[in-house]
Structures are given as structure tokens and as C-alpha cells.
């Protein structure tokens, strides 16, 4: 019994964070930060302005001066969360100027007060600095305008950055559910058309049938455990392309001739899912549909260090001539590779009215 409780006590001792101080642990803190940025303003402010430039070397001005600081502060975080979110924020920014200038008054005159309660119980550092007159009030506003700028440039630059961030953020979550929501729109269509083809063969009680079958297998293990990825391997596409076609040659059977070349090396290149198969679907879609004659598809995929080039060429049927070709498949693959490069790919569709050719440059 006493075993079991050693051990469950050396379990919770194990699974309880450790409390001990470290640096790392302290700065994680907003709170740090704080801190050691005034701890840095005042050493600075009294080696710089009051030692050096001043010359004043007596111990006690510096434990006297440090009564102000607190009032400083105040002043600080009063613009940060009252001033700045309420007025600079909502661009009222005269109201903002008006507001500075009064809260930085006011912390001048109590200066002056201290000053003057300092005089009135025996001290004389600050017997010429304690006269209320407007060159030691300017001097105390100025020295709290350059506060009051510098510690407002750092919460700026610092807002910003976040909300750079944020942006960044919310773009890459926009990105992914659009490019989600646009697959989502290419499957539903890729299985219709294959699962019209399977019908086809089924029909006319086809030997093919069940060859047709575990092609149709491997497309939809692909579309199921691939395609979601960011990336996929250009040989897995490629197999996936090539499944595709060969479905499609048993459906059209010998009227059928398709030309699929490949150029370059295929290894360690990756590429985003479900792109190419949209222009070879539309090309069937469109070049063979009500098209009796006997059709030529000539496809090219080339692979050099920096690009890959993909180029289809298939007759235009009669109809599809008439009626111009367009559909959701296109505009969704267009709009995928505006998603995915931006500006750093090229897609030319051109259509004479007998041929219809893409050409496709993207970056790999």
C-alpha cells in the first residue's frame, strides 16, 4: 500500500510544472517588458541627460528625482489605454492632439509642485527649476512630449506588427478554406464523369469492366488520400492522369488517339493536386462530346528546374464550338492557380473554333 502511494506521489511530482525562476520564464511576461523598458529609460535619462549634460553629481537629486517618475508613468499608460483606443484610434485626432497637451500640462504643474514641496522642506537642487514660469513648465512639458513620443512610437510600431501578423493569419486561413471549398467543387464533377464512363462499359457487358473498376479504385484513393494535401509528387499526378486517360480510351475506344509525352525529370518535384486533371476532363468534356469523327489529343507535360509546362490540344466539337466553351471546372482551376501563385503563372486558352489548346506555366 505504501509502495502505491510513493508511486502515485512520484507521479504527480513528475506531471507538476516546475516553479523554479528562470530568465526564459520571466520574460514571457508582458509585464517584464515593461519593467525593464523603464528601468532602461531612467538609467539612461539620469547618465545621460542629468550626469553628463548637467553635471550633477550630488547622490540625494537622484533618489528625489525618481518621486516623478511614478506621475510619468501614469501619464504613459493613460495614453495607451484611454487616449490612444478612444481618440488617435477612432481618428479624432485633434481631439487626441488637444487631450496630449492637457494630460502633459498637468503632469508639468505637479511636477512643479513636488519641486516646490522639495524647496519648502529644506532641499535647494531644485531651488531655480521649482519658480512656476513658463521656461520651467515649457522645459518639464518638453521633456514629457519626447516621453510621451517615444513610448507612443514603440505601442504604434508594436500594434502594427501584430495586426501585420493577424493579417498574414487571417489571409492563410482564408487561402486554405477557399482552396478547400474549390476542390470540394472539383471532385463532386471528376467522379461524375468517370462514373458515366464505368456506366458506358457496363452496358455493353464489357470484359474491361473490372479493370475499369480498380483504375476507378486507384482515382478515388488518390482523390480521398492525396488530394488533400498542399503538395503531392508530380509522379503520383502523373499516374493519376494516366489512369484517367486510359479510362477514357476504353470508353471512346479506337476513334480515340491520345498523344501524352512527358519531357524531364520527374523526381523530388511536387506540385499542388487536381490541376491538370481539369484541363484533360475539359478537353473530353468538350472535344469529344457529340463528336462521331475520329479525334487526336496531343498532351504534353515538360520539367525543367524552375517550371513545369503542361499543354493539351484537342478538337473542338461542332456544338461546343457554337455554344463556347466555359464551365466551373475552368474558372475553379484559374482561380486555384491565382490563389496559389499569384501572379507567378501563366494559363493561355485559345480556341480557333476547330482546336482548342491550353498552355499552362507554373512554378514548381
Known sequence: MENASVQILMKENRARPSSAFTISSLFRKRWSYHLLFWILYYSCYAFFILYTTYQVHEPAFYFQVMLFFPFDICLVYFNFYVLIPRLLNAKKYLYYGLAVFISIFI???????????????????????????IANISGSMAARFYLLGLTTSIKLGKDWVENQQLQKEKEKLYLETELNFLKTQIHPHFFFNTLNNLYSLALKNSSQTPGVILKLADLMSYMLYESNATKVSLEKEVNYLQNYLDLEKLRFGERLTISFEIEGKMENISIPPMILILFVENCFKHGLKDNIENVQIDITLKVDDSFLFFIINNPVSSLASAAGISGIGLKNVRRRLDLLFKTNYQLDILNDGKQYCVSLKMPV
Not at 107 to 133: P, Q, R, W
Open 107 to 133: 503632469a508639468a504643474c505637479i511636477e512643479m509642485l513636488i519641486k516646490k514641496m522639495y524647496v519648502h522642506y529644506g532641499s535647494m537642487l531644485f531651488a531655480i527649476t521649482s519658480d512656476i514660469n
